[in-house]
């Protein structure tokens, strides 16, 4: 193999497995609406944290948000005594808002994202017209991460790995033996994320899953999303590369990248766009804060009409 990222996140991997490294402690919150696991992974030795994929609810028939699923983050955070370091997110979510300026304001962190967030930033600031206000230069974040950046959290190494697809910025997070890997797969009854917004790409989503299948079997799999599956009755978020090498219904080993992209192709075509892609790119284009009020002090989300 002739990774590099991937040999050092496998060596990471290992070495956590054997001991030789401290292994991450998380608590993941599920929250049902839009169906998405944040997570918490902490260094259980230094209680140094950090707070992945949060979720700002929003009620679309209304315009209101709340933080109602963020504070059962935050009440966590506090009752363990963690100290956050990072807000990080996996990609720019088009099905729910990120909750991260909220936690950031109470718990502190650095907020980071994938460098791609400028091709994002780029492709929906066109689309929504967000005007000369709207940075598309990542300045909402405070750190964007290319493939191979390592970062900490306390005494455990952390790498990200570039996994595009999805859409062009997605991230993967190998922390210890954990990867928090965002929408590329999901559980393995239900198969992979889709690869048909604005930037998406069902070759690269492919090229991004085999990346991340050739971390060790015993790599603990952290997902952004479950819907349950046909016979599966409750929600599950966490699995093994081995038990997607395995079975994934849509990548397992031996689907080769012509099926899967004409298989993700077709299932693409059939499905509706989020319900809350609206509001969610346009806060999420902007790190999760929400866009400048207008002059009575009012903020907005747009609809474009004929164009998504
Ligand atoms: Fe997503």
Not at 183 to 188: G, S
């Amino acid at each position: 193999m002739d990774d590099v990222t991937i040999e050092r996140a496998a060596a990471l991997v290992k070495a956590t497995c054997a001991g030789k490294a401290r292994r991450p402690v998380i608590r993941s919150f599920f929250d049902e609406p839009t169906f998405t696991a944040s997570h918490v992974v902490y260094d259980p030795e230094t209680r140094e944290a950090a707070i992945i994929d949060s979720v700002l609810d929003y009620d679309p028939a209304s315009g209101r948000t709340s933080s109602a699923s963020a504070q059962a983050i935050l009440d966590f955070v506090k009752s363990e005594s963690l100290e956050i370091v990072w807000q990080l997110e996996t990609h720019a979510h088009a099905d729910h808002l990120s909750a991260a300026p909220w936690l950031q304001e109470k718990l502190g962190g650095k907020l980071a994202i994938g460098s791609g967030i400028l091709e994002v930033q780029d492709v929906f600031g066109k689309i929504f017209n967000a005007g000369t206000r709207f940075a598309r230069d990542g300045s909402q974040f405070d750190r964007l991460f290319t493939d191979g950046d390592s970062f900490r959290i306390g005494g455990i190494d952390a790498i990200a790995v570039h996994v595009p697809g999805h859409t062009p910025a997605d991230m993967a997070f190998v922390i210890g033996d954990a990867a928090f890997i965002g929408d590329t797969l999901f559980m393995p009854d239900f198969g992979t994320a889709r690869a048909d917004f604005p930037g998406g790409d069902a070759h690269r989503l492919y090229r991004s899953i085999r990346r991340l299948l050739s971390l060790p079997d015993e790599t603990r799999l952290f997902l952004c999303h479950d819907y349950k599956a046909p016979g599966r009755d409750v929600y599950a978020w966490e699995t093994t590369v081995g038990a997607q090498r395995a079975s994934n219904i849509h990548v397992h080993d031996g689907v080769t990248e012509d099926a899967f992209v004409t298989m993700r192709t077709r299932r693409d075509a059939t499905l509706t766009l989020p319900n809350l892609i609206m509001p969610s790119v346009q806060i999420n284009m902007r790190g999760g804060k929400l866009p400048e009020p207008e002059e009575n002090g009012t903020r907005y989300i747009k609809i474009p009409l004929d164009t998504l």
